[in-house]
């Protein structure tokens, strides 16, 4: 059985500030991370993914995220944030056979204040 | 690009009726996803189906049957609505070890 797990259900920021949102999986074998963002109201948009070769990832509007398998984690940053950033991040895994779906964290609000 | 399209968007039923809610994806995409999202709980997976005619059991396939009778499109029904229900049922499908593509959702209503 693998795991996701997020541990800040909520995260508050400003403007400009950086932010981290931890995800940290359970899963012994080869394995596909990804996050995802989430606006008010909408579907789920990809971020970016990491499942060999370097361990910093780059994805879409500054995001990276850095895999570490000594601490089995996949974290996400951002060096400077906008209010427009302000949504719900989750963290997904796969195991190697990538068919077999995503299994979801329970996500991280951020919320971006001016 | 393509797009994933759900329908209804909005789906009110009674308790005990059976309810089908349809995906449909026009990104050539082998494998599909039905996912159910709660407040506070994340996404939890349905059923998924890899190929046509294919369909995969999820964590949470009690009360719910899928059907995947062509490559674009991939339907979901709950068998016997629950009184007070209330979660968004999300629609995915992606190719083999890249990102998943969602739809914009169909939020159920029991009443």
């Known amino acids: 059985t693998q795991t996701v797990s997020q541990s800040d259900a909520h995260v508050t920021v400003f403007e400009g500030d950086s932010v981290e949102l931890r995800c940290n999986y359970s899963?012994?074998?080869?394995?596909?991370l990804s996050w995802y963002i989430q606006h008010h109201g909408r579907g789920l948009q990809f971020l970016l993914k990491y499942y060999s070769g370097n361990p910093v990832v780059q994805g879409v509007n500054g995001f990276e995220a850095e895999f570490s398998k000594s601490d089995s984690s996949f974290h996400l940053r951002k060096a400077s944030v906008h209010w427009s950033d302000s949504a719900v991040y989750f963290c997904?895994?796969?195991?190697?056979?990538?068919?077999?779906?995503?299994?979801f964290g329970l996500g991280t609000r951020v919320s971006v204040f001016p | 690009g393509g797009i994933i399209t759900q329908t209804p968007k909005f789906l009110i039923g009674q308790e005990g009726q059976k309810l089908t809610l349809k995906c449909q994806q026009n990104f050539n995409h082998d494998t599909m996803y039905w996912y159910r999202q709660d407040s506070g709980k994340g996404l939890r997976l349905i059923y998924y189906?890899?190929?046509?005619?294919?369909?995969q059991k999820g964590d949470l396939s009690e009360g719910y049957d899928a059907s995947r009778e062509k490559k674009s499109s991939f339907s979901l029904t709950v068998t016997s609505a629950q009184k007070n229900e209330m979660a968004v049922f999300l629609c995915?499908?992606?190719?083999?070890?890249?990102?998943?593509?969602f739809g914009k959702g169909t939020r159920l209503t029991v009443v």
């Open positions: 899963y012994g074998g080869s394995i596909y």
């Open positions: 997904a895994a796969s195991m190697g056979n990538y068919a077999q779906g995503l299994t």
């Open positions: 189906s890899i190929t046509e005619n294919d369909l």
């Open positions: 995915a499908s992606s190719r083999q070890l890249t990102e998943v593509f």
